[in-house]
């Protein structure tokens, strides 16, 4: 059995969370250019209007959330519903990224990496079940990242946050295909954003958002459970993951100056 893809976002009711800035900007952006109707959600209330073209413009809702607190995303989610009656796709971008190793360990930061990065996730998909469960359709769509395939260097919180996506999406998609339902486990390589603005090293294939939202859609068209790009790199680190910890190791520093 195969989950079903997205013929068409024209009409379709999609809700982005991450959408005032990068990735989820650009995802959002493309979407509303392909006449979806999108509410796009972050902190960033001046970030988010700046997607909407005119005050009468009823294909753009702004839902300003915290993905850390459950009342808010509850309460963006109640609205689509009030104003749409339902949701074709739930596409959650948001994440926090905080370069850290063993010598400069944060818990406090990696508490707060899981809780947006994992959790965040975990809370939308808890508000939209319900209704998606009722349509017997509809699409879940989280971004993780390469860095969750396996343990790279700097990613002390950050990887782990992203692992558990790959698991929580690997998990939910048992449960969802029957009921109509497709996930789609989003794993980009690098792209220029104010989150990779940070690195201090030269990022291998390097993407600009719009490919990367370009790829996204391509993906969610297609039903694509494993959405992963640009695939020269992210397939590289699929072969990575299968290969015996020492040889792994071993190229993982060879390659990453560390
Ligand atoms: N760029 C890359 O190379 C790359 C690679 C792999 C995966 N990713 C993933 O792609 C996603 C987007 O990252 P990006 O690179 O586009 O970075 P970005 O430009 O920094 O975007 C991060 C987004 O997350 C939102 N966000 C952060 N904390 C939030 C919170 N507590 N509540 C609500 N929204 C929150 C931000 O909105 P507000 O600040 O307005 O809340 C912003 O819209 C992340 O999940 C990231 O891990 C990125």
Same mark, same amino acid.
């Given at each position: 059995?195969?989950?079903?893809?997205?013929?068409?976002?024209?009409?379709?009711? @999609? &809700?982005?969370?991450?959408?005032?800035?990068? %990735?989820?900007?650009?995802?959002? +952006?493309?979407? %509303?250019?392909?006449?979806?109707?999108?509410?796009?959600?972050?902190?960033?209330?001046?970030?988010?209007?700046?997607?909407?073209?005119?005050? #009468?413009?009823?294909?753009?809702?702004?839902?300003?959330?915290?993905?850390?607190?459950?009342?808010?995303?509850?309460?963006?989610?109640?609205?689509?519903?009030?104003? &749409?009656?339902?949701?074709?796709?739930?596409?959650? @971008?948001?994440?926090?990224?905080?370069?850290?190793?063993?010598?400069?360990?944060?818990?406090?930061?990696?508490?707060?990496?899981?809780?947006?990065?994992?959790?965040?996730?975990?809370?939308?998909?808890?508000?939209?079940?319900?209704?998606?469960?009722?349509?017997?359709?509809?699409? %879940?769509?989280? $971004?993780?990242? $390469?860095?969750?395939?396996?343990?790279?260097?700097?990613?002390?919180?950050?990887?782990?946050?992203?692992?558990?996506?790959?698991?929580?999406?690997?998990?939910?998609?048992?449960?969802?295909?029957?009921?109509? @339902? #497709?996930?789609?486990?989003?794993?980009?390589?690098?792209?220029?954003? *104010?989150?990779?603005?940070?690195?201090?090293? *030269?990022?291998?294939?390097?993407?600009?958002?719009?490919?990367?939202?370009?790829?996204?859609?391509?993906?969610?068209?297609?039903?694509?459970?494993?959405?992963?790009?640009?695939?020269?790199?992210?397939?590289?680190?699929?072969?990575?993951?299968?290969?015996?910890?020492?040889?792994?190791? &071993?190229?993982?520093?060879?390659?990453? +100056?560390?």
């Amino acid at each position: 059995m195969k989950q079903k893809g997205m013929d068409t976002f024209s009409e379709k009711r @999609v &809700w982005v969370i991450g959408a005032s800035s990068g %990735i989820g900007q650009a995802c959002a +952006k493309a979407l %509303i250019a392909s006449g979806a109707k999108v509410a796009i959600s972050g902190r960033r209330i001046e970030q988010l209007n700046q997607l909407v073209s005119s005050p #009468s413009n009823d294909q753009v809702l702004v839902l300003p959330v915290d993905v850390a607190i459950e009342l808010q995303i509850a309460h963006a989610h109640q609205m689509i519903l009030e104003c &749409w009656g339902g949701l074709d796709l739930l596409l959650f @971008v948001s994440g926090m990224y905080v370069p850290m190793r063993a010598d400069d360990f944060d818990i406090a930061i990696a508490e707060k990496t899981i809780d947006t990065n994992l959790l965040g996730p975990m809370r939308a998909v808890a508000a939209v079940l319900p209704t998606m469960l009722k349509q017997h359709a509809g699409h %879940i769509a989280i $971004v993780g990242s $390469v860095a969750g395939y396996s343990g790279l260097p700097k990613a002390l919180a950050y990887g782990p946050s992203k692992a558990g996506i790959i698991n929580f999406c690997e998990t939910l998609y048992y449960d969802l295909l029957p009921q109509g @339902v #497709s996930v789609h486990m989003i794993s980009p390589g690098f792209v220029a954003t *104010e989150a990779t603005a940070q690195n201090d090293f *030269e990022m291998p294939a390097l993407m600009t958002t719009e490919q990367a939202a370009q790829e996204i859609l391509k993906g969610l068209q297609a039903g694509e459970f494993d959405i992963h790009f640009p695939k020269r790199f992210s397939g590289f680190l699929k072969f990575l993951r299968i290969l015996p910890y020492p040889l792994y190791f &071993w190229i993982v520093r060879r390659f990453v +100056k560390i």
